[in-house]
């Protein structure tokens, strides 16, 4: 059975400090992976998809970034966080093709102070 | 265990005809939306609802709170309505939890 893991959790951090949000995938080879950000009350964006290992699609600019290091790793950091970064981030990932489910983490709760 | 369960998790559909999408939920969401995703990942809102009822062209959109579930309907389905829809909810936190999606295919 497929498993996504996303960590942290929850973070709080300090404007201006790095951060780095992690989500694996096991038990699915070269699986499309997603990054969403949802900000406090709003809906769901898209940041970031990807199809294979070291090729990341941007979909928003947020100065963030994002990077697949390995076929079931997905990576999104920053070195310099802002205050809109708050909000709750999810990792997703999908079968190739188009049209397919997503299935999401359990998602990472950022607070920005 | 999930909060959001989605049904049925593939659907196929002849042109002109309908059917409905349902999303179960384990504890009482405040409001529900359901989304299409295009091909490239991106989830289009089409419904958001706090109760009631919702209808838009071909679509419409049921939510009970109470009853905790949700329904998406499809009438006179065309071709171009496949893809897949998720549906997400809202707890009494503010972040949403997502159905792990129907996919839709619709044939001539």
């Known amino acids: 059975a497929q498993t996504i893991h996303q960590w942290p959790v929850a973070e709080i951090k300090a404007v201006g400090s790095p951060l780095s949000l992690g989500c694996t995938i096991k038990g699915k080879s070269s699986p499309n992976l997603y990054w969403y950000w949802q900000a406090t009350g709003g809906t769901l964006q898209q940041l970031f998809y990807s199809i294979t290992v070291g090729q990341v699609e941007s979909v928003v600019q947020l100065n963030l970034s994002a990077s697949r290091p390995k076929d079931d790793q997905f990576i999104l950091s920053t070195e310099k966080l802002l205050l809109s970064h708050s909000g709750f981030y999810l990792c997703a990932w999908s079968l190739r093709g188009s049209n397919e489910r997503l299935f999401f983490g359990h998602g990472t709760k950022l607070s920005v102070l | 265990g999930d909060q959001v369960e989605q049904s049925p998790s593939a659907l196929s559909l002849h042109e002109g005809t309908g059917s409905a999408l349902r999303c179960n939920f384990t504890?009482?969401?405040?409001?529900v939306q359901w989304f299409r995703k295009n091909s490239r990942g991106s989830l289009i809102n089409l419904f958001y609802?706090?109760?009631g009822t919702k209808e838009n062209g071909r679509l419409k959109s049921a939510f009970d709170s109470k009853e905790r579930y949700s329904t998406l309907h499809i009438r006179d389905a065309q071709l171009e309505d496949s893809g897949t829809y998720f549906c997400a909810a809202e707890d009494s936190g503010t972040y949403q939890r997502f159905g792990t999606g129907t996919k839709l295919q619709v044939v001539p």
């Open positions: 609802l706090a109760s």
């Open positions: 504890t009482t969401m405040r409001a």
